[in-house]
Every structure is written in structure tokens, then in C-alpha cells.
T-cell receptor
Framework: GNSVTQMEGPVTLSEEAFLTINCTYTATGYPSLFWYVQYPGEGLQLLLKATKADDKGSNKGFEATYRKETTSFHLEKGSVQVSDSAVYFC????????FGTGTRLQVFP | SQTIHQWPATLVQPVGSPLSLECTVEGTSNPNLYWYRQAAGRGLQLLFY??????ISSEVPQNLSASRPQDRQFILSSKKLLLSDSGFYLC????????????FGSGTQLSVL
């Protein structure tokens, strides 16, 4: 069936380190792909999205590229900050959004 | 601007007791409304969604039900809570036809003891 799988956390990094959070999907057709972020004490918010193969979504220094050949949408950031500490959710949609299990990122100064 | 209100923020209930979580949206009309549950290690699970008053779609069989008595009000209920109902419940809304642009409430942490 359709699903999205992301790497388990927590991911612990020092400030200015490079971040990768893996996400792969299994879906029929060509779904749109998303990354959502949940900061401590806040609700979920859309971070970035890509709607077709080879699209790159970007926001706040984060990037993710829709790779049809590897069915992946890995989240990357070149230099993380303490304020990036949050839970990140990969998601895809057909007519509804389906989320992965979330990956907690902890960034220490 | 649009806002979404969800309450209570935390709730501790005994097994077998009823549940009512309420969610209201302001600043928009005819939104799609959703209830999600975030259980530990299982990510976000879509429980119910609604495209209009009185129209509820259930995604998974469970001990819960949802109702939409007004355009911008979405209620999650249970007649008798189970231990397995514990989790973090999120209400969300989206514009009709744009399901990926979800706006989430701040959530309710439910502990069933």
C-alpha cells in the first residue's frame, strides 16, 4: 500500500553541522511530497513541498528534491541552528495527506 | 486572518469515560476539517476528515467518532475511552481543493489511565 518512511530519531547535531533526514515513499502515481515541522509547543506547519519529479522545495535554508528514480524526498540543510530543533514530518498526498512517523532533531550550541 | 482553536491542551481521563474534543476555525468559510492522532512511534494518523457540515469520512476503524455540527466546528468524541486511545490529537483545516496546505491546531495530549 501507499506509505512514507522516514529515518528514526532523534538526530543530534552541533550547531552549523550538515543535516540530512531521509524520507522514502511508496505510492501509486506521482504524489506531491512535503516536509512539515513542529516546533516545541506549537502546531505543525508546512516547511516545503515539491509537486513533481526533480522539483526542489526550499525554505528557511532547508531543501528537498523529489527523486522519482529513488522514490525519495530527503531533507537537507547545510548549517543547522539551535532554533531548528523540532520534529520533522515527511508527507505525501493524493487526495489526503499521509504522514511519516516524524524525526526529532536536537541541535546543541 | 485565519485561526484555529483546539481545546483542551491536556486531558487525563479514566478508562471507560466519555471524550469530547472541540476544534473551531475562524476567518474562513467551508474549510476541509481533519482530526489526526500522533501516537508515539507511529507518526501522524488521519482519523477523520470532513468536507462539509454533517459530512464525515472515517479513515480507520476505532473507538472514536467525529461530528461537524457547524461549518467551522469539528468535534471528536468517544462514548467509552480505551487505554489505546491515549495520544496527541491534532485538529487541522485546509482550503477546499488544496489539501496539502494544512493549518494545524496546537493539539490535545490525551492520557487514558
Amino acid at each position: 500500500g501507499n506509505s512514507v518512511t522516514q529515518m528514526e530519531g532523534p538526530v543530534t547535531l552541533s550547531e552549523e553541522a550538515f543535516l540530512t533526514i531521509n524520507c522514502t515513499y511508496t505510492a501509486t502515481g506521482y504524489p506531491s511530497l512535503f516536509w512539515y515541522v513542529q516546533y516545541p509547543g506549537e502546531g505543525l506547519q508546512l516547511l516545503l513541498k515539491a509537486t513533481k519529479a526533480d522539483d526542489k522545495g526550499s525554505n528557511k535554508g532547508f531543501e528537498a528534491t523529489y527523486r522519482k528514480e529513488t522514490t525519495s524526498f530527503h531533507l537537507e540543510k547545510g548549517s543547522v541552528q539551535v532554533s531548528d530543533s523540532a520534529v520533522y514530518f515527511c508527507a505525501y498526498n493524493t487526495d489526503k495527506l499521509i504522514f511519516g512517523t516524524g524525526t526529532r532533531l536536537q541541535v546543541f550550541p | 486572518s485565519q485561526t484555529i482553536h483546539q481545546w483542551p491542551a491536556t486531558l487525563v481521563q479514566p478508562v471507560g469515560s466519555p471524550l469530547s474534543l472541540e476544534c473551531t476555525v475562524e476567518g474562513t468559510s467551508n474549510p476541509n476539517l481533519y482530526w489526526y492522532r500522533q501516537a508515539a512511534g507511529r507518526g501522524l494518523q488521519l482519523l477523520f476528515y470532513s468536507v462539509g457540515i454533517g459530512q464525515i469520512s472515517s479513515e480507520v476503524p476505532q473507538n472514536l467518532s467525529a461530528s461537524r455540527p457547524q461549518d467551522r466546528q469539528f468535534i471528536l468524541s468517544s462514548k467509552k475511552l480505551l487505554l489505546s486511545d491515549s495520544g496527541f490529537y491534532l485538529c487541522a483545516w485546509s482550503v477546499l481543493g488544496v489539501p496539502e496546505k494544512l493549518f494545524f491546531g496546537s493539539g490535545t495530549q490525551l492520557s487514558v489511565l
